[in-house]
């Protein structure tokens, strides 16, 4: 007698057990001043389409962001409507369709506290989670109402679950409507504990915090980051520290097991011709991760990878590592490609970076 269908056992597919390693992979602000959302309209419209394409602003690093296991970007500006209004300094508003870029370039999370988190509002807010849902990208550090303030950003990266938080250190001195001021994170050292504490308690393994900090366009971090990075990182609910906001470099520091990014710079940016040339600069750097024991990670290996905003013809994300050997690109402009990677690496080595284990790609 043939089995009938109820009686048929069936196979189930084995659940693969979760990694020993993870690689994570963090980049600079997601900055966009008008001359960089022309050229993603220039580029949408090169290629047949309305709207804007930042795709090929970013088309650099996306080997390297989409290889990760878990590649966090950090909007830094608040995405508007598809027709605008688009504006700049010192109320930003940008185009939505960047998180289509970051989500095609592989990110999967963007940290969203930054000092322009509040320049058009609850409604800007909104509009900017509204997007990173509708692309596929998780968020944390601003929110649309208390349940989503409350409740921790937690991935499942292969099978571990991972927490990011986002801070920032102020917001202009722009109001949000009274009552509500759950919709942005300020920096506030024992909220951060508390939270990071929260997320450990939800099931996280490992904690990863944004840091919206520092002095603007200052290459070397100030007192209150140095301070806070290590009042932070001594917390056992708190892996690793990326910082953003500075739009340069700084220096990445080891603290103990743990690491540091204070300052990764601009991943995206249009600043005027006058504005001094490391404000190009960025680093996407990559963290291993292994499992040390049951629910305990450790940041194992570090590396850098530098990159340079290039305005001219056409801006465009620079991967100087490879661009410094490419046999298309000009001896002279390899040259000086291999300058600014060279003193990319002089800013991220500044607190012994280097010596502590950290990898140059080049």
């Not at 580029?43 to 690093?61: K, M, P």
């Not at 100030?222 to 500075?246: C, F, K, T, Y």
């Not at 990014?261 to 005027?272: C, I, Q, S």
């Not at 024991?293 to 590396?303: F, H, K, L, M, N």
């Amino acid at each position: 007698m043939t089995p009938g269908p109820s009686t048929v056992p069936r196979a189930t597919a084995p659940v693969p057990a979760p990694k020993n390693q993870l690689t994570v992979v963090a980049a600079g602000d997601l900055l966009v001043h008008p001359p960089l959302t022309e050229q993603a309209a220039a580029d949408a419209q090169a290629a047949g389409r309305t709207g804007h394409d930042f795709t090929q602003v970013l088309g650099a690093i996306r080997p390297r962001v989409s290889a990760a296991d878990l590649a966090i970007c950090h909007m830094e500006t608040p995405l508007a409507d598809p027709q605008g209004p688009f504006t700049g300094w010192p109320a930003f508003s940008v185009p939505p369709e960047l998180a289509d870029a970051a989500a095609w370039a592989g990110f999967d999370t963007c940290s969203t506290a930054s000092n322009h988190s509040r320049d058009t509002g609850l409604e800007g807010i909104t509009r900017t989670l509204d997007n990173l849902d509708r692309v596929g990208l998780r968020h944390a550090g601003t929110a649309r109402n208390t349940d989503e303030a409350a409740r921790p950003t937690i991935m499942d990266v292969a099978g571990v679950k991972v927490a990011q938080l986002s801070y920032a250190l102020s917001f202009n001195d722009i109001p949000l409507p009274s009552g509500k001021p759950w919709a942005a994170n300020l920096i506030d050292r024992d909220a951060i504990l508390t939270a990071a504490h929260q997320a450990r308690a939800t099931g996280a393994e490992i904690v990863i915090l944004s840091m919206h900090w520092g002095t603007e366009y200052q290459n070397a971090p100030n007192d209150d980051q140095l301070d806070l990075a290590r009042e932070l990182l001594a917390s056992p609910d708190i892996d690793l520290i990326i910082g953003h906001h500075v739009h340069v470099v700084q220096p990445f520091e080891k603290i103990g097991r743990k690491w540091v990014a204070y300052g990764m710079g601009n991943l995206t940016a249009r600043f005027d011709d006058s504005s001094p040339e490391n404000t190009q600069d960025a680093v996407v750097p990559e963290f291993t991760f292994t499992r040390t024991a049951p629910g305990s990670w450790e940041v194992t290996g570090v590396s850098v990878l530098p990159t340079w905003m290039e305005y001219r013809p056409a801006a465009r994300v620079v991967n100087l590592v490879s661009a410094a050997k490419d046999p298309a690109v000009s001896a002279g402009q390899r040259a000086h490609y291999a300058e600014i990677e060279k003193r990319i690496n002089g800013y991220v080595g500044m607190r012994g970076a280097f010596e502590a284990g950290l990898l140059p790609l080049s």
